[in-house]
T-cell receptor, first 114, second 112 residues
Framework: GAGVSQTPSNKVTEKGKYVELRCDPI?????LYWYRQSLGQGPEFLIY????????DSGLPNDRFFAVRPEGSVSTLKIQRTERGDSAVYLC????????????FGQGTRLTVV | DQQVKQNSPSLSVQEGRISILNCDYT??????FLWYKKYPAEGPTFLIS?????DKNEDGRFTVFLNKSAKHLSLHIVPSQPGDSAVYFC???????????FGQGTRLTINP
């Protein structure tokens, strides 16, 4: 597809379980971002990749959250020991070059921890 | 600490009139500002941006104004159309930092 693709669209998991959220960026985009949007709030920055490396992970809330982008394309956000407070829409975005902040967003994964 | 604030959760405007969405920020290091539009069940879509070296940027029906001394920016949509009904997010970034700080959003409803 032409846009940023995120799977799954919805994920319901039990408290304490491990989840993985996947992002397929626009082909050729070197920069990839993860944001989290809680109800009634704007997106909050989690992590930024330039190529395969995490250039800025200052937004990850704690060590239960981890993200990888091993081949510089697809990225996976991993959350261990999920908590009810992790429930949110997780948004992925990509942009074409290092200097461009005008990123294209995917539709998001709605995570619900019960 | 909310560095970017959109104090109006919602706004209702008649079709054909002007819509004005406001945004305030506290961090004087911000030097690039963007507006995103979001429809339900979709990701945010980039709308328009402005650098801190400018005070106005226009793109068709959309104009963004920046008042650096007041740390305030606004998005003007004229004329407003029903398809403009969406949630609008203001966002800001610091030069060299590849991340955006978003406001809470304003839900705009255009009434026919």
């Amino acid at each position: 597809g032409a846009g940023v693709s995120q799977t799954p669209s919805n994920k319901v998991t039990e408290k304490g379980k491990y989840v993985e959220l996947r992002c397929d960026p626009i082909s050729g985009h070197t920069a990839l971002y993860w944001y989290r949007q809680s109800l009634g709030q704007g997106p909050e920055f989690l992590i930024y990749f330039q190529g395969t490396g995490a250039a800025d992970d200052s937004g990850l809330p704690n060590d239960r959250f981890f993200a990888v982008r091993p081949e510089g394309s697809v990225s996976t956000l991993k959350i261990q020991r999920t908590e009810r407070g992790d429930s949110a829409v997780y948004l992925c975005a990509s942009s074409s070059d290092r200097g461009s902040i005008e990123a294209f967003f995917g539709q998001g994964t709605r995570l619900t921890v019960v | 600490d909310q560095q970017v604030k959109q104090n109006s959760p919602s706004l209702s405007v008649q079709e054909g009139r002007i819509s004005i969405l406001n945004c305030d920020y506290t961090n004087s290091m911000f030097d690039y500002f963007l507006w995103y539009k979001k429809y339900p069940a979709e990701g945010p879509t980039f709308l328009i941006s402005i650098s801190s070296i400018k005070d106005k940027n226009e793109d068709g029906r959309f104009t963004v104004f920046l008042n650096k001394s007041a740390k305030h920016l606004s998005l003007h949509i004229v004329p407003s159309q029903p398809g403009d009904s969406a949630v609008y997010f203001c966002a800001a970034s610091v030069r060299g930092a590849q991340k955006l700080v978003f406001g809470q959003g304003t839900r705009l409803t255009i009434n026919p």
